[in-house]
């Protein structure tokens, strides 16, 4: 099973909202990521868990705030975001070492309005 | 300079072509190298993975890795419709923080029937 699920789907968000995007993986991955992706752009990096723990945050504003509950499991808490806010947020996960490949999942499309 | 460096194309094709996609890179400390294939507003799917220079077939499709001249190559025979999508290519170097992936721009690839 290559499988990363994330949840939810869609969302359509205020800037003054808190939101949670959701994200799970069962294939025993001990690092999980976040991407940020806008319209014909490359996914960008947000942040990066590793055995549980943060091991990268790629400057990200304090209004995006990862939490990581646990090896398969992944949360990005959302408040008072900004109308440029607005993309497809992606869930990976791989081994965390260099010889592994990254599986994604499906991606949130968050418009904040 | 961008650390990976792809043409976004766009690329019409017939169907049936060959199609090459191109990526080359800066950092002779990727060692790992992947390819993706992403449908317009879904996540990236993985479609190949190699981290040793020289040719990797699976099907129709055969990656082909240049360390000595920093460059990859995704091949994509018999070209189908419903292979037209954005290819991304991405990579991971040694002692590489939880296995940073760093992409390429993508290539819009189209297939005309």
């Known amino acids: 099973d290559t499988e990363v699920t994330q949840t939810p789907k869609h969302l359509v968000m205020g800037m003054t909202n808190k939101k949670s995007l959701k994200c799970e993986q069962h294939?025993?991955?001990?690092?999980m990521y976040w991407y940020k992706q806008k319209a014909k752009k490359p996914p960008e990096l947000m942040f990066v868990?590793?055995?549980?723990?943060?091991?990268i945050n790629e400057s990200v504003p304090t209004r995006f705030s990862p939490e990581c509950p646990n090896s398969s499991l992944l949360n990005l808490h959302l408040h008072a975001l900004q109308p440029e806010d607005s993309a497809l947020y992606l869930c990976?996960?791989?081994?965390?070492?260099?010889?592994?490949?990254?599986?994604f999942g499906q991606g949130t499309r968050l418009t904040v309005v | 300079q961008k650390e990976v460096e792809q043409d976004p194309g766009p690329l019409s094709v017939p169907e049936g072509a060959i199609v090459s996609l191109n990526c080359t890179y800066s950092?002779?400390?990727?060692?790992?190298f992947m390819w993706y294939r992403q449908y317009s507003r879904k996540g990236p799917e993985l479609l190949m993975y190699t981290y040793s220079s020289g040719n990797k077939e699976d099907g129709r499709f055969t990656a082909q890795v240049d360390k000595s001249s920093k460059y990859i190559s995704l091949f994509i025979r018999d070209s189908q419709p419903s292979d037209s999508a954005t290819y991304l290519c991405?990579?991971?170097?040694?002692?590489?923080?939880?296995?940073?992936?760093?992409f390429g721009q993508g290539t819009e690839l189209s297939v005309k029937p």
């Open positions: 868990y590793s055995y549980e723990k943060l091991s």
């Open positions: 990976a996960s791989s081994e965390p070492d260099s010889f592994t490949e990254a599986f």
């Open positions: 950092n002779s400390a990727f060692q790992y």
């Open positions: 294939m025993g991955h001990r690092a």
């Open positions: 991405a990579m991971k170097g040694f002692y590489n923080q939880g296995g940073k992936l760093i």
